[in-house]
T-cell receptor
Framework: GESVGLHLPTLSVQEGDNSIINCAYS??????FIWYKQESGKGPQFIID?????DKRQGQRVTVLLNKTVKHLSLQIAATQPGDSAVYFC??????????????FGQGTILTVHP | ETGVTQTPRHLVMGMTNKKSLKCEQH?????MYWYKQSAKKPLELMFV???????ENNSVPSRFSPECPNSSHLFLHLHTLQPEDSALYLC?????????????FGPGTRLTVT
């Protein structure tokens, strides 16, 4: 049959609102997580990371929350701006005691910010 | 500019062609990566190089052949590709090969196989 593309979750917010983007990860042994932002025509851009020994980490206007019990990661963006419109990816890493880790990416969420 | 450059930015090739993608990083990182981003799947890691040595080949078909002559340059040689190989090919680098923390991506090469 014909292949279809990914149907990415979407989130639409008004400028100035707070945004919450969610991600469920698959590997309970993953011990490091990253959020990336990808604008049209560009490669992914690192936003913020968190290790599994933490449940919250804050950056500039962004906060990442980690719930290992339910394998859930979220990215909160405060006072969302039109320039925040992009696709947001979470990624998990499990070095597993090996010398080299491997990032596994989620499918992404499209964030659209309306002026 | 992120410090990771990729050329060409766009490439159209036939299935019998041979072409190469180039990546260069100016960040002093020791690890470099090739990723594939297609409309049908999440971003997929293809290859990892650390200090010029290949440390990961994520079950990539042999029609994709990476080369890392030094820590600053990474190539992806392409031959006898299939239409389903059409995708955005992203190069990335990081100082930390384990966590890929602080990893930086290039803008990608948009490849179309006809």
């Amino acid at each position: 049959g014909e292949s279809v593309g990914l149907h990415l979750p979407t989130l639409s917010v008004q400028e100035g609102d707070n945004s919450i983007i969610n991600c469920a990860y698959s590997n309970s042994a993953s011990d490091y997580f990253i959020w990336y932002k990808q604008e049209s025509g560009k490669g992914p851009q690192f936003i913020i990371d968190i290790r599994s020994n933490m449940d919250k980490r804050q950056g500039q206007r962004v906060t990442v929350l980690l719930n290992k019990t339910v394998k859930h990661l979220s990215l909160q963006i405060a006072a969302t701006q039109p320039g925040d419109s992009a696709v947001y990816f979470c990624a998990e890493n499990n070095a597993g005691g090996t010398s080299y880790g491997k990032l596994t990416f989620g499918q992404g969420t499209i964030l659209t910010v309306h002026p | 500019e992120t410090g990771v450059t990729q050329t060409p930015r766009h490439l159209v090739m036939g299935m019998t062609n041979k072409k190469s993608l180039k990546c260069e990083q100016h960040l002093g990182h020791n690890a470099m990566y090739w990723y594939k981003q297609s409309a049908k799947k999440p971003l997929e890691l293809m290859f990892v190089y650390n200090f010029k040595e290949q440390t990961e080949n994520n079950s990539v078909p042999s029609r994709f052949s990476p080369e890392c002559p030094n820590s600053s340059h990474l190539f992806l040689h392409l031959h006898t590709l299939q239409p389903e190989d059409s995708a955005l090919y992203l190069c990335a680098s990081s100082q930390d090969p384990i966590r890929q923390s602080g990893g930086v991506f290039g803008p990608g090469t948009r490849l179309t196989v006809t």
